[in-house]
């Protein structure tokens, strides 16, 4: 039974993946997420349901349209996959709980702003508006233990670092990275929200160093940051309390 709520809750990260890539590439363009219908962005020819299959259909076609062969982008397939596994470690971590529902929706909010930062690096205020009250509403129906004080806090502090430091370097992180910690601060409270950052900067630190010396980005060339934060607050918020407990073990 537990294997095949596995594979159901893979399957429907899958499903939603697909979803949250037109929401992701739409929304900044400000289009309608339901009309028209998913389209080759080269032919225009409308997609068929066999072209649709998440992952699969993209493997099958060797990551091409079916219809005038020009290459459709990897981020489409990647999204799908990421989406789905990301649904199943929600699924392994916190298993059927009430918590699974603060997680999932975590989870979606991450995976499009993401996809929307990498492509035309901006994380929509519609998507962070849509999800705000949803996440202040699971969180304060599925509280984790922390006291109310440190969902404020995260919030506020989450959003006021970026803020701050947007300040001090005229505008070298953007406000949308704010307002991310804005609305995840209040899902994961304060103390994670603190490791979330300082994760987000040590991964983006070690990224952004690999890909100057591979010479596939120029320095100071603009870079999106909100994926490193999404990756930054995902591992706070599963294993945020554990590394906090190793850091003061190793100091201890």
């Given at each position: ?24 590439l739409r929304v900044p363009a400000k289009q309608s997420i ?35 062969q020009a290459k459709v982008s990897i981020l489409y397939p ?175």
């Open positions: 039974m537990t294997i095949l709520i596995a594979i159901y809750v893979f399957i429907l990260g899958l499903v939603l993946g697909s979803f949250y890539n037109v929401v992701a339901v009309k028209p219908p998913s389209a080759c962005p080269s032919c225009g020819m409308q997609l068929k349901t066999k072209d649709l299959i998440p992952v699969i259909s993209y493997l099958l076609s060797r990551g091409k349209c079916q219809y005038c990647i999204g799908e996959l990421a989406t789905g596994l990301l649904f199943l470690w929600v699924y392994v971590h916190v298993g059927m709980t009430a918590e699974a529902l603060v997680a999932l929706v975590l989870v979606s909010l991450l995976v499009i702003i993401t996809i929307s930062d990498i492509t035309v690096m901006r994380i929509p205020n519609q998507v962070l508006l849509f999800f705000f009250p949803i996440c202040v509403v699971v969180r304060i129906a599925v509280p984790d233990g922390q006291a109310w004080w440190s969902y404020v806090l995260g919030a506020v502090i989450g959003c006021g670092i970026i803020v701050l430091i947007s300040l001090l370097t005229r505008g070298g992180m953007g406000m949308g990275d704010a307002k991310l910690l804005l609305v995840c601060g209040f899902v994961v409270g304060l103390t994670h929200i603190l490791v979330a950052f300082v994760l987000a900067c040590l991964i983006g630190s070690l990224i952004g160093g690999l890909l100057l010396l591979l010479k596939l980005i120029k320095r100071k060339q603009p870079v999106p940051f909100g994926p490193y934060l999404a990756v930054g607050i995902l591992i706070s918020y599963g294993y945020g309390s554990d590394l906090i407990q190793a850091y003061l073990n190793l100091i201890g």
